[in-house]
């Protein structure tokens, strides 16, 4: 079982002035691990990274609202994420991971725990594809509640799976602009079939979220930044922004978070665009209520 290594302790005030009511549409939360257990068969174990800490990261980054997804080393128990969402005075909301065995009865539960999303890892590294028949079933659950299903893919099961896409009867979410390559350029087939799919599927949301997971260059990650613009000019009103802090299995470049924030105008330059991602997207698709900016 590897460790991870902590995020950057000394996170920097970014350049970029945030719009009122933004949203990190991508973060976690891990432990402490002597109050939240990790999952006994977790492909990792993370440095403890508590409400506490994500709640600084924020006030650093000037964010006023977040996502957090639960990550699988807590596996399907999602009592650390829940309780951070109880403390956030409504600012918080959640992504969850699901058992088959969960009832319609947990689901609502986690609902109103602030809970708008279920999470399914396929990438190789947390263990491949998920049991799809048990996927379907823990979807049939929750297709009439206003939830979305978001997917954790490697670049090359953007095209093996792109059935599973089609066939969700709900908003999907695609993390981190897919993983895709940099080094293969924005022509490379995977991610011109995620554009393809993103500008047909209106139900398709994709995450400008992991350009230090993708990048080769390392910080300031720039690299990174055409594949996001290529994703925000297809479809701005299904773009979504997030950090991924604390960055867990990041294996290279550790990002400081200021860095990922003072990304935002080099993916996207008009301030209205910006308005469109950090803010009314958010609140669209997870049900935050409007910001007092937009009220």
């Known amino acids: 079982m590897r460790s991870c290594m902590p995020p950057d302790p000394d996170t920097r005030t970014p350049d970029y002035v945030a719009p009122a009511g933004a949203c990190d549409t991508h973060c976690h939360v891990f432990g402490p691990g002597d109050v939240f257990s990790y999952a006994p068969n977790r492909k990792y174990t993370p440095p403890d990274a508590p409400k506490e800490k994500l709640a600084s990261l924020h006030r650093t980054l000037g964010v006023d609202r977040a996502v957090i997804v639960q990550a699988s080393c807590h596996g399907t128990d999602n009592t650390a994420m829940l309780d951070a969402i109880a403390s956030s005075d409504g600012q918080y909301l959640g992504v969850c991971n699901a058992a088959e065995s969960f009832s319609s009865e947990d689901f609502s539960e986690l609902h109103e725990g602030g809970i708008r999303g279920v999470r399914f890892n396929f990438v190789k590294h947390l263990g491949g594809a998920p049991d799809l028949e048990k996927m379907w079933d823990i979807i049939g659950h929750v297709e009439d509640m206003p939830w979305h299903v978001e997917l954790h893919f490697d670049a090359r099961d953007l095209v ?9 009867p709900l908003p999907v979410v695609i993390d981190h602009m897919g993983r895709v390559p940099v080094e293969d350029g924005v022509g490379q087939p995977p991610f011109q079939a995620l554009l393809e799919k993103f500008s047909e599927h209106n139900q398709l949301w994709v995450k400008v979220s992991g350009s230090e997971r993708i990048s080769q260059a390392g910080p300031p990650f720039d690299d990174a930044v055409p594949f996001a613009q290529a994703l925000i000019e297809v479809a701005p009103d299904r773009v979504l922004w997030g950090t991924d802090w604390p960055h867990p299995n990041i ?45």
């Open 251 to 295: 294996s290279r470049f550790m990002p400081n978070d200021g860095d990922l924030v003072d990304m935002i105008p080099k993916m996207m330059a008009d301030q209205e665009i910006q308005m469109r991602v950090l803010v009314e997207n958010p609140q669209r698709l997870f049900g935050f209520p409007p910001a007092k900016s937009t009220v």
């Open 160 to 168: 093996e799976f792109e059935h599973v896409i089609d066939d969700i």
